[in-house]
Each structure stands twice: as C-alpha cells, then as structure tokens.
T-cell receptor
Framework: EAGVAQSPRYKIIEKRQSVAFWCNPISGHATLYWYQQILGQGPKLLIQFQNNGVVDDSQLPKDRFSAERLKGVDSTLKIQPAKLEDSAVYLC????????????FGPGTRLTVT | GNSVTQMEGPVTLSEEAFLTINCTYTATGYPSLFWYVQYPGEGLQLLLKATKADDKGSNKGFEATYRKETTSFHLEKGSVQVSDSAVYFCALSDYNQGGKLIFGQGTELSVKP
C-alpha cells in the first residue's frame, strides 16, 4: 500500500512570509497527526485530526499556525507569518484510528526560515 | 504530564558491540511504549513496541522490555552492524489522550566498521 505522502520535501522562506505544507495519509486512515521536529529534538505534536474534526490542537501556535483536513482525507498545515524559530521538519503521520493503533510517518518537509 | 527521557548521544560503537540505549518515562495512566528509528535521509519508522507491563518488543535483533516498576523501556541489541547507524527515539502513547506520541529527544548511534 502507498505510504503517507508529503510535499514539498524542502522549503526555504524569509521570515514574515507564509508557507503551506500538504499531507495525504494512507487510504482508510481516519486519524491524521502533524508533528514539528526541531533539530536535535524529538517530534512534538502540533495537531491531531479524527476524520475532519480536531481532537487536539493544544500545542499549535494558533496566532500563526493553522491546519485543516477537509473531507477527512488530505490535510494542509499553514504558517503565516513565519518566524526564525519555525525552522524544523514538519512530519505528517496517520493511523487507522486514534488510540493504540500504529502511526505511519511521511518523509517530512524540511522548512528553513531565513 | 507524560514525558520520556532517553540517554544523550551520540553513541559510537564498533561493529558487533553490544548496544543499550536507556529510556525512562513518566505517565499518569498505562501507556504503550515504542522505539522509532530514523535512518539518514529517511522518515521515522516503527522499530518495536510493547503495550503492557512485562511485554517484550523485538524486531531486527533489537529488543526492549516494558518495566513498570522502574518506568523504563531500554533498547538493546547484542551485536550492532554499520547499517544500524541512525537516530533512535523512545516514545509513549496514552490511549486516554487520543493516542498522540510523546517522544524523547533521540539518541544518535554511529557504528564503525
């Protein structure tokens, strides 16, 4: 089966610009996660969707980050405006259902903010 | 809140050496525990998991045992290979918190021939 797809793989922007990342989960997976991985750290959850509803966005900086999952399939994460500290790898993961099901990760998008 | 702490790297070993990467956790409930691996230039892959106390997860010669009494999930391998060079992440997931993964900071392993 096809894995989790993400695009773009790399993005370089200047601070105060906006950027968007796209994720297509594994077919049939109801739960979708966005994680932020800063260099030298473990991934940290930004937002979790169950179908097209938000389950957890407690760690999402809502003044600049937004995410949507229309129709409960693919998802977009946006940053506007970007700050230097947003430089990180943004990982998308999906699982069949929330809870104890295995999460499958995409290759990530490496964002550099200059 | 829930958290994971793992030993700092980098860890450098010679081929065929014994590997231990320590991981301890703090959790209010009964989490599942995981080891993920990130090879250079690749995404995160699940290496092994354990869902309850005293379970042993194993894969590709790696193993880890869920120790509730010491809140630990140490990763071990009897004989490492150059191809095991990667970053290893310990993580936990609590079903009652939606299943999100909470990761440790990662341990970089470098195996020399």
């Amino acid at each position: 089966e096809a894995g989790v797809a993400q695009s773009p793989r790399y993005k370089i922007i200047e601070k105060r610009q906006s950027v968007a990342f796209w994720c297509n989960p594994i077919s049939g997976h109801a739960t979708l996660y966005w994680y932020q991985q800063i260099l030298g750290q473990g991934p940290k959850l930004l937002i979790q969707f169950q179908n097209n509803g938000v389950v957890d966005d407690s760690q999402l900086p809502k003044d600049r980050f937004s995410a949507e999952r229309l129709k409960g399939v693919d998802s977009t994460l946006k940053i506007q405006p970007a700050k230097l500290e947003d430089s990180a790898v943004y990982l998308c993961a999906s699982s069949y259902l929330e809870g104890a099901y295995e999460q499958y990760f995409g290759p990530g998008t490496r964002l550099t903010v200059t | 809140g829930n958290s994971v702490t793992q030993m700092e790297g980098p860890v450098t070993l010679s081929e065929e050496a014994f590997l231990t990467i320590n991981c301890t956790y703090t959790a209010t409930g009964y989490p599942s525990l995981f080891w993920y691996v990130q090879y250079p230039g690749e995404g995160l892959q699940l290496l092994l998991k354990a869902t309850k106390a005293d379970d042993k997860g194993s894969n590709k010669g790696f193993e880890a045992t869920y120790r509730k009494e010491t809140t630990s999930f140490h990763l071990e391998k009897g004989s490492v290979q150059v191809s095991d060079s990667a970053v290893y992440f310990c993580a936990l997931s609590d079903y009652n918190q939606g299943g999100k993964l909470i990761f440790g900071q990662g341990t970089e392993l470098s195996v020399k021939p």
